[in-house]
């Protein structure tokens, strides 16, 4: 009886800190892909980004690193805002839980976004 006891309660603070674990959310959590969409620009390539919020939290503030990106064509800062190395997101904007941001840029070759920080409002 005791042990099935024990058990319980080793299983409930197990759920505990799983259900903790999914509602924090980290710059490790938020993914950056990218597609060439086959459009040319200036004989460069358009690249497709996608940035998702796995998360069930709302991200705020999310900063990508972006060491020397560039783009043919140009991006509205209110898109992505560069300063030095680091690049705001969407002004900054809120990204909802499993929501995603998308915009594109031109260059010869893909620049590896990474994120890098965020504020996170969690449920
Ligand atoms: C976010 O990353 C942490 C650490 O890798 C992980 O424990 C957590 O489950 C992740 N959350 C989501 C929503 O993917």
Known sequence: MEAI???FIAAILFATFI???NCQCFP???TVS????????QNKPEWAVTV???CRCVVVNL????SGFRSVREISPFVLAKSGDRCLVHN???????RTFKFS????????????SLYASCP
């Open 28 to 30: 490790v959590n938020i």
């Open 52 to 54: 998702s919020n796995p």
């Open 92 to 98: 900054g904007y809120p990204l909802g839980a499993s």
């Open 34 to 41: 990218q597609v060439k969409t086959g459009v040319l620009v």
């Open 19 to 21: 259900a903790k674990g």
């Open 5 to 7: 006891f024990k058990f």
């Open 105 to 116: 840029y031109v260059w010869d070759h893909e620049f590896p976004f990474k994120p890098v």
């Open 63 to 66: 900063v990508l690193s972006c």
